[in-house]
């Protein structure tokens, strides 16, 4: 496969794709069948499918029945964490075996030409990234997203909150799964905007960002504060009237999904001549440039409306630096602004 026909690559060896991130068409004034199609087909699959698919096998073979649920209990948390745990080693273990150990497509659309095990660090933990990375994940973040997830359990199973069942509401359910990535990003934008804020960033959020050239095991590699906030996004299903299954499906969008924009390449060569979107782009960028891109594709586009998008085209790329340089401008303006007392 020739990654070259899809972009370019510079004397780094950091590939960077011709066509910038598109969109979503219904923003974009695009209203063809074949872009909502497509649109439509991407919005599906594979990643939200999987998520779903998931949700569907936890809840029939992992999550206890209602009763055991009703009582908080270590067991069951347990039980939880350790499968939690176990999937997260399967599924991002995966990705990291075959293109970072394995190496199987070398650099092959990588936007960073270097991987993380090459590039020792005193930022990490034992100054390996993938250790520090992969510590974190299981011992904090992992931990808290099941703290979240016996929460909503728990609250569904005693009846603190509507269960709304399938059998009377399938249309208003159906609807909900569908909006539920929208509500992701909402909460995501959010969450990830507040932690961007000087003090919250240094106290919090530059534990995620220590990972400059993010892999697969960069994705839940947290601060407890920010490991609890992403994940309570399942929790917005204790205050929408909701099911358990689509509070499952929305915590597995960001426990699982979380991979995709810490993928690192920009294509994953799946057999010879097919390639999967891993959706890594956006955030790639906001882990090059920090201050871009806080929230994902653009489905709800918050980063374009409040001027903080980046599509990976050189007039982004101009914008981003005007914008860094008005804000150099204002903190030296405010640096040599003579106090009262002066
Ligand atoms: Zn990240
Ligand atoms: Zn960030």
């Avoid at 695009?30 to 649109?39: I, K, Q, S, Y």
């Avoid at 199987?104 to 250790?131: C, H, L, M």
């Avoid at 504060?225 to 309570?232: G, Q, S």
Wanted: glycine share 6%; charged share 15%.
């Amino acid at each position: 496969m020739n990654d070259l026909d899809y972009g370019k690559r510079n004397k780094r060896g950091d590939f960077t794709p011709h066509d910038p991130i598109a969109l979503p068409p219904f923003w974009r004034g695009a209203w063809t069948l074949r872009d909502l199609g497509r649109f439509v087909l991407d919005y599906v699959w594979p990643w939200n499918a999987f998520h779903m698919a998931t949700a569907l096998a936890y809840w029939y073979l992992v999550i206890p029945d209602v009763a055991t649920m009703q009582t908080l209990s270590w067991g069951w948390a347990l039980w939880l964490y350790a499968v939690n745990a176990a999937a997260i080693f399967v599924f991002y273990g995966i990705f990291e075996l075959r293109f970072y150990v394995k190496r199987a497509q070398e650099t092959r659309f990588k936007y960073n030409g270097k991987f993380p095990a090459d590039q020792p660090s005193d930022v990490f933990w034992f100054q390996s990234q993938n250790i520090d990375n992969f510590l974190r994940s299981f011992f904090i973040s992992i931990p808290l997203w099941t703290a979240v997830e016996v929460l909503f359990l728990w609250c569904f199973a005693n009846g603190y909150v509507p269960w709304l069942s399938w059998a009377d509401h399938p249309v208003y359910l159906a609807l909900l799964v569908l909006v539920a990535p929208a509500i992701h990003e909402v909460h995501f934008f959010c969450i990830h905007r507040l932690i961007h804020w000087g003090p919250l960033y240094r106290w919090i959020h530059s534990v995620h960002h220590n990972s400059v050239n993010p892999s697969p095991w960069s994705s839940l590699s947290m601060h407890p504060v920010e490991a609890f906030l992403y994940h309570a996004v399942a929790l917005w299903h204790l205050v929408i009237p909701s099911n358990p299954i689509v509070a499952l499906f929305q915590l597995h969008m960001a426990g699982f999904g979380a991979v995709n924009g810490h993928l690192g390449f920009h294509r994953l060569e799946i057999t010879e001549d097919t390639l999967l979107d891993g959706h890594a782009y956006a955030h790639y960028l906001h882990h090059k440039h920090f201050e871009v891109n806080y929230g994902g594709d653009g489905l709800i586009p918050l980063d374009q409306w409040f001027g903080t998008w980046h599509d990976g085209s050189k007039e982004a790329e101009a914008r981003m630096d005007a914008r860094f340089q008005r804000k150099v401008e204002r903190m030296n303006r405010k640096k040599n602004t003579p106090t009262p007392a002066e």
